[in-house]
């Protein structure tokens, strides 16, 4: 199906932007590319895929993969600014930012 002037017009209103005629015709073919290249996934053969379950059985149920919260020892200043490019008073010296 291809992508027209009318679907962007409906997906700027949806996202509530505003769109000239002009935009709605640069934005249509570069959205056409953009859903061709993602319409190449359905040629891939997922048939040995195993379907992602995010924490879940399949069963549904959810998994406990949490590691164990136990206190343990921490790095230490010294080892962290070990290997420092520019260690200033304990601290990491970064570049200004702004």
Do not use: C, W
Not at 25 to 30: A, D, G, K, N, V
Not at 55 to 73: C, F, H, I
């Amino acid at each position: 199906m291809p992508i027209t002037e009318a679907d962007i017009e409906k997906i700027a209103q949806l996202a509530h932007l505003e769109i000239t005629d002009e935009e709605k015709r640069s934005f249509t073919p570069q959205i056409a590319d953009i859903v061709a290249y993602v319409e190449q996934l359905n040629e891939l053969d997922t048939s040995d895929v195993e379907p992602a379950t995010g924490g879940l059985t399949a069963e549904g149920e959810a998994t406990d993969s949490a590691r164990e919260d136990a206190a343990r020892q921490s790095l230490g200043q010294e080892l962290a600014l070990d290997q420092a490019p520019d260690p200033a008073s304990g601290h990491f010296r970064v570049p200004k930012v702004l």
